[in-house]
């Protein structure tokens, strides 16, 4: 099979370009990384040439001889369509899970992206607590970083109010999203808090600056960044019109929800305003 033409190259690929279709990749902004499955990674090899390794710049030893898709750092969204080889490389991990190396893609050179650390680190953390986990995803999506100026940064508050601005949002993330402040990106550091808050949830904010989710399928990992992103613009929208609510969806409202759909809600995000 052309490498091209497998299922999860192709799910991969819809998804970067269904991220630059809602705005949400200007430049070179946000990246993808998706885990493959050992059945998916030998049904191409026969097209992998392999490159030196690199270090990680972080140790995800959970992830050890893992291989993952990804898009490659200062690549466009735009282009993933039009130029996969160019714009997103297949990595293998080394045993100690300290280095990678590219063995697809990336044709006239590059590196993966540059938040790899906190794409492999929130792969890790995922993994041990559900196997089913496989992609990671960071958009710079326009109304979550608006409100990232003018909410105060607590995972309870933004929780509570993407709750309120939707009434699927905590059905589609009853865990809550949390918060990162402003970090400098591209680092370690950053990859270690959001990693943090990933052991708790399926969403986290980087403040000033985008989000971060994390799903079992490219469908439920897109559709989370979406779901989340949407309620943002209706928050947006509302604090456009007045500063506050003429009414709204109750704490009680919510408990009916949870029991209803079968969710469990924590009560911290549930408190009385
Ligand atoms: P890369 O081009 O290195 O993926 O960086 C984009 C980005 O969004 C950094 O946070
Ligand atoms: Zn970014």
């Excluded at 999860?8 to 998804?15: A, D, H, L």
């Excluded at 709750?163 to 865990?175: G, I």
């Amino acid at each position: 099979m052309r490498f091209l033409e497998a299922e999860f190259v192709q799910g991969f690929i819809r998804m970067a370009n269904d991220g630059w279709e809602q705005g949400w990749h200007e430049r070179n902004g946000g990246n993808l990384s998706y885990r493959v499955r050992p059945e998916e990674v030998e049904s191409v090899r026969e097209h992998f040439t392999c490159g030196e390794w690199q270090s990680i710049g972080t140790t995800v030893p959970e992830l050890s001889k893992e291989y993952f898709l990804v898009t490659g750092s200062g690549k466009y969204f735009r282009n993933v369509i039009l130029k996969p080889e160019d714009s997103i490389c297949m990595i293998e991990l080394d045993e100690a899970g300290e280095n990678y190396r590219i063995v697809w893609g990336l044709v006239n050179g590059g590196r993966p992206t540059s938040e790899l650390p906190s794409h492999l680190m929130n792969h890790e953390v995922k993994r041990l607590k559900n196997e089913n986990y496989r992609v990671i995803y960071h958009a710079h999506t326009t109304n979550i970083i608006a409100l990232t100026f003018v909410l105060p940064l607590e995972d309870k508050v933004f929780t509570r109010e993407l709750w309120e601005m939707a009434t699927e949002c905590p059905v589609v993330f009853p865990d809550g999203v949390g918060v990162v402040p402003w970090m400098v990106p591209g680092g370690r550091e950053i990859a270690v808090a959001t990693s943090e808050l990933m052991k708790k949830y399926d969403l986290a904010i980087w403040a000033h600056h985008g989000m971060f989710a994390a799903g079992e399928d490219f469908d439920l990992t897109f559709g989370l960044m979406h779901t989340a992103e949407k309620s943002a613009e209706i928050l947006v929208k509302m604090l456009s019109m007045r500063p506050d609510k003429l009414q709204t969806i109750t704490a009680d409202n919510f408990r009916d929800l949870a029991k209803d759909f079968h969710v469990t809600l924590p009560e911290e995000f549930l408190y009385e305003k």
